[in-house]
Structure formats: structure tokens, C-alpha cells
């Protein structure tokens, strides 16, 4: 399970907003929608697990908030479009603020041939992403209005060991959300672009190459970070809270690109930390 923290009494600062979140079923996306909640947005958590949306939309509801669960298949476009439509109507308006937390990722090296996890990296961090900012991205520039937050990585920014195909389509959500901070210049929308370094989270449990996850000292099956210390591995919450942060930010403050990495990770190698 991803490690969380308690949250302080929030501000609510975004009561009257619709968020969407994507990959809400765990981890990143999870914290997300939480915060997000917590300071009054109505959060439509999207994801495929039926069972774990609808818990985290009691769990929400339980604190006051209001929640929407969507099955969502963000590598399907006809599943994108009609989840936000479904969305939009349920919450009666239209949606203010996107956070693309869908993502896998997988350990493989290159001569072990992984196709089926470097095409579902591909299929969910790139066409995922792509779909969801194609569904939204044209009516906040029609309302000239809107914030779209997309979580990419550190990955975006170097070479881990065992993670091309990763850092390819974390570099590719960086240069997406780039492009469209540019197109959206003079509308009012706004793009912000997280990238997390190591947080403690269950991603890799699905991994299947044992000898990339030895390369770079990690156990399949088993949640990074869980014998980690607070200065080696972020919580969700922590991710969670520099999305708060760029979407609560005056609305003339483009927060754009927010590195947020554990104090001690030594950037460049992910298991090079402090302890």
C-alpha cells in the first residue's frame, strides 16, 4: 500500500471547482483526490478498479466531501470522452482542473525484449495522458478557464538505470504539457508539469524482469519505499500537496514545472540515497 499521511485542516479554497483524476485508485492519484477534496473541489476519481473508486468516494463523502466514481480506460478515447460527459452531468458543471496521475511503470532492460510492459508504459503514460488533455483542453480554452496538472517524473529530466521506455514517455508528458502552456498562452488556462522523484508506492509490483529490478535494487511484488526513510522516499501526500499548491496559486501565477524530489535522492540514480 502507498504511505500516507494525516492531512491538517484544509482552506477550502477550491469549493465550487470540479476536479477529474485520473488514476485514482491508488498511489499519486489517490492522495490527489483527497487533497483536492479536503480543500472543497468536488473530485471525479477515475480509474479501472470499480472497488477501490468507490471506496475512496465513501471515504471522501465520509469527511463532507463530494465525490463522483468513474470506471475509466485512460488509453481509450471513447472511454475518456464518455466518462468526462457522464462526469460533467453528474456534478452539474464542467470540469475546472485535470490531474493526469495514470501511469505504470516497469523495470525492463532493452535485450529482454519486455514488448507487453514497454507497450502498456506507451499505451497509458502516452496516449493516456494525450487522450485526457484532448478530451478537456478545448472547452477550458472556449471558457478561457481551466488547469490541467499532469504528472510526469524525474524521469523526465534524465536516464534512471533499466527505465528507457519510462523516462521516453515521461519526456514525452513534459513536452506535451510545454506545448500546451504555449497554445494556451493569452486563454487563462493553465498547465503545470509535476515531476516526483521516488515516492513510496506499489508501481512496481506488476514488473516481471527480475534482472533489471536486481540491476537497480528493488524486489518485485513488493511497495518501494516500505523499509525507506522520510528523507530517502516521499509520501503520496507530498506529491499531492504541490498539486494543491499550483492549482490554489493566484490565478495571474502560471506555476509551471515543480521538481519535487526526498532531500537525500541523489539526482541521476534512484538508489543512490542517504538512509
Not at 495522458?129 to 471558457?143: E, H, I, K, S
Not at 506535451?176 to 506499489?202: C, H, I, N, Y
Not at 535494487?217 to 507530498?238: H, Q, Y
Request: charged share 25%; hydrophobic share 40%.
Amino acid at each position: 500500500m502507498s504511505r500516507e499521511r494525516s492531512r491538517s485542516p484544509r482552506r477550502h479554497r477550491l469549493a465550487g471547482k470540479v476536479a477529474l483524476i485520473t488514476g485514482a485508485s491508488s498511489g499519486i492519484g489517490r492522495g490527489v483526490a483527497l487533497a483536492l477534496a479536503s480543500e472543497g473541489a468536488a473530485v471525479v476519481v477515475c480509474a479501472r478498479r470499480k472497488e477501490l473508486l468507490d471506496s475512496l468516494k465513501a471515504e471522501i463523502e465520509a469527511k463532507g466531501g463530494r465525490a463522483f466514481a468513474k470506471v475509466m480506460d485512460v488509453t481509450s478515447r471513447d472511454s475518456v470522452h464518455k466518462g468526462v460527459q457522464e462526469a460533467e452531468a453528474e456534478a452539474r458543471g464542467s470540469i475546472d482542473i485535470l490531474v493526469n496521475c495514470a501511469g505504470v511503470m516497469y523495470f525492463t532492460l532493452m535485450k529482454n525484449k519486455k514488448y507487453e510492459e514497454w507497450q502498456q508504459t506507451i499505451d497509458v503514460c502516452v496516449s493516456g495522458t494525450t487522450n485526457c488533455c484532448g478530451a478537456l483542453f478545448p472547452a477550458m480554452v472556449d471558457r478561457k478557464c481551466g488547469h490541467i496538472v499532469n504528472i510526469s517524473s524525474d524521469a523526465a529530466r534524465t536516464i534512471f538505470p533499466a527505465l528507457t521506455v519510462y523516462n521516453a514517455a515521461k519526456s514525452y508528458i513534459q513536452v506535451l504539457s510545454k506545448g500546451l502552456r504555449a497554445e494556451a498562452v493569452g486563454t487563462g488556462v493553465r498547465v503545470t508539469d509535476v515531476q516526483p522523484g521516488d515516492v513510496a508506492t506499489d508501481l512496481i509490483v506488476n514488473n516481471t524482469d527480475s534482472e533489471a529490478a536486481a540491476k537497480v535494487g528493488v524486489t518485485i511484488g513488493k511497495t518501494i519505499g516500505a523499509e525507506g526513510t522520510r528523507n530517502s522516499f516521499l509520501d503520496v501526500s507530498d506529491v499531492a500537496d504541490v498539486v494543491v499548491y499550483a492549482v490554489t496559486a493566484p490565478q495571474h501565477v502560471g506555476v509551471h514545472e515543480i521538481l519535487i524530489e526526498p532531500r537525500d535522492q541523489m539526482f541521476g540514480d534512484p538508489t543512490s540515497v542517504s538512509t
